[in-house]
């Protein structure tokens, strides 16, 4: 037994360990989960859907419609027999039916082009859609690569305070070997002071900047949310070599900011023609058929069949005053039921039929400024679509120098860095055998741990520019890689 609760209690914290372990994600995990996930994403997702919903909506257009009512109602003392159209007291239960078909025939084409712009609109939301993917991708890899930074930097801050603490060991030593003053070893302290401080802001910005991606993956778990420590050092600059209008011409080509555009236009164009089509006379037929039923009784004259007809005087000849007699029928009025329901709805149906012309005159000017207002949206739309294309050329541009300048500025830290570091060994050396004091040598690694932090900084710059110039040139986002 106690054999099986030591079993139980190593197998349960194996599987607590295991469930604690931090999932670790890649950039291209990164990315796909928030193209996934991304509230967003999801808007411009809704987006198409609706756009969808407006296309089924315009193809119903070309449907005949067809509506069907019926009514029952109970009218109690003096009303019109619906059936008899007759008035009389009594309370009798009514039934009616209707269906009614109409098509229009002809509007204009209004129903054509209103196809055409919901097929329109559903490509705009698509490429909205391509462009909210193509932003999401930048945020992640800004955020990936803000990681990698200060991972990097706690990463060079850890390793140099160790050298600092080995540091001061060995000015303890020489201090209490009488080789150095006191001095310092109080110097080389303040050093690891400020280190230790350093290395607590740069964990913080490393938590931080984990917290950032996770939020923006709509991860809720953040202590157990980490991604991939790799170093990058190779950076693949093939897409900075590139001309620069190669890179503006696969961006005109690939990039929804003009697809956007154009399809703006092209909805505006649509929609004048819609707007102008409302000019055009409209056709439409029509179809109903209804019937009706009625429980109420009604009077009729029946024949006697004892006395079936009597003599009554019907005028007088008015030369000689002699009466006009005939023989009448002799009726009885009594009271007859209703006829049964379906005889009723086959007896008292009817169907009408026919055309409807609606031919616009005057509305208040209403239709023209319509008219006027989607020519203005046009010209908008035109306008905007250069401003579009202006935009791009110009960002591609911003992007390209930023490149290059982000590629000069990483050259620059890492000559600064070999140069640093030179002269840090330099000072340790001299430092080592008394030829400085402290004070020079902690200035001397200063320098070396920001160089170093300026070198991370530079390169993880780098990358990111490069992926930006990457998007442009038409990379799909799933596909960047580190």
């Known amino acids: 037994m106690k054999n099986l609760f030591l079993c139980i209690a190593v197998f349960g914290c194996f599987a607590f360990a295991k469930a604690q372990t931090p999932q670790v994600w890649t950039l291209q995990e990164c990315i796909q989960y928030a193209l996934e996930n991304n509230i967003s994403v999801k808007l411009s997702e809704l987006d198409i859907d609706a756009a969808e919903v407006e296309k089924l909506s315009a193809v119903g257009n070309f449907i005949p419609s067809l509506n069907a009512n019926s009514s029952i109602s109970e009218n109690t003392g003096l009303s019109f027999n619906p059936v008899t159209n007759n008035a009389q007291t009594t309370t009798f239960l009514s039934v009616s039916g209707r269906i009614n078909v109409g098509y229009t025939l002809f509007d204009g084409l209004r129903n054509v082009k209103q196809l055409q712009r919901a097929k329109m609109s559903q490509l705009a939301s698509r490429y909205r859609l391509d462009k909210m993917k193509d932003d999401i991708s930048l945020f992640v890899a800004n955020n990936y690569l803000e990681i990698l930074n200060n991972k990097a ?3 060079s801050l850890t390793a140099q305070n160790l050298v600092t603490k080995e540091q001061i060991d060995r000015t303890q030593q020489l201090v209490d070997g009488g080789q150095l003053p006191r001095g310092d070893l109080l110097e080389i302290q303040a050093t690891n ?16 900047s984990k917290i ?3 939020q923006l993956l709509l991860i809720k778990d ?4 980490d991604i991939v420590d790799s170093e990058f050092e190779v950076i693949d ?13 696969a961006a005109e080509a690939t990039r929804s900011e003009v697809r956007i555009a154009e399809q703006d236009v092209e909805l505006a164009k649509k929609d004048l023609q819609i707007a102008k089509a409302a000019n055009y006379p409209t056709i439409s037929a029509f179809f109903s058929y209804d019937t009706r039923y009625t429980d109420a009784t009604s009077f009729s004259q029946i024949v006697d069949p004892d006395d079936p007809v009597r003599i009554e005087q019907i005028g007088v000849v ?3 005053g002699q009466a006009v007699i005939s023989e009448i029928p002799n009726t009885t009025a009594v009271i007859t039921g209703a006829d049964p329901f379906f005889d009723q709805l086959y007896q008292n149906d009817g169907i009408s039929y026919g055309l409807q012309l609606n031919i616009p005159i005057l509305n208040g000017f209403s239709t023209r400024s319509n008219i006027e207002r989607n020519k203005i949206n046009v010209d908008r739309a035109e306008f905007q679509l250069e401003q579009a294309r202006l935009d791009l050329e110009s960002n591609v541009y911003q992007a390209y120098v930023d490149v290059q300048g982000s590629k000069r500025a990483f050259e620059a830290a890492q000559t600064s860095l070999e140069s640093q570091e030179l ?9 080592d055998v008394g030829l400085i004091n402290a004070f020079d040598f902690s200035q001397s690694k200063l320098r070396y741990d920001n160089s170093v932090i300026s070198l991370n900084q530079a390169k993880y710059d780098y990358i990111f520019r490069l992926k930006v110039l990457e ?4 990379i799909d986002p799933s596909e960047l890689k580190l």
């Open 222 to 225: 953040y202590e157990n949310f």
């Open 471 to 474: 998007l442009y040139f038409g």
């Open 423 to 431: 002269a840090y060994e330099y000072a340790r050396e001299r430092y």
């Open 237 to 249: 600059e093939e897409i900075a070599e590139k001309p620069v209008n190669d890179i503006i011409g």
């Open 193 to 208: 002071a400020s280190e230790q401080q350093q290395i607590i802001l740069a964990q913080n910005a490393v938590t931080i």
């Open 153 to 155: 930097n706690l990463k």
């Open 212 to 214: 950032s991606l996770a």
């Open 318 to 320: 008015q030369e000689t």
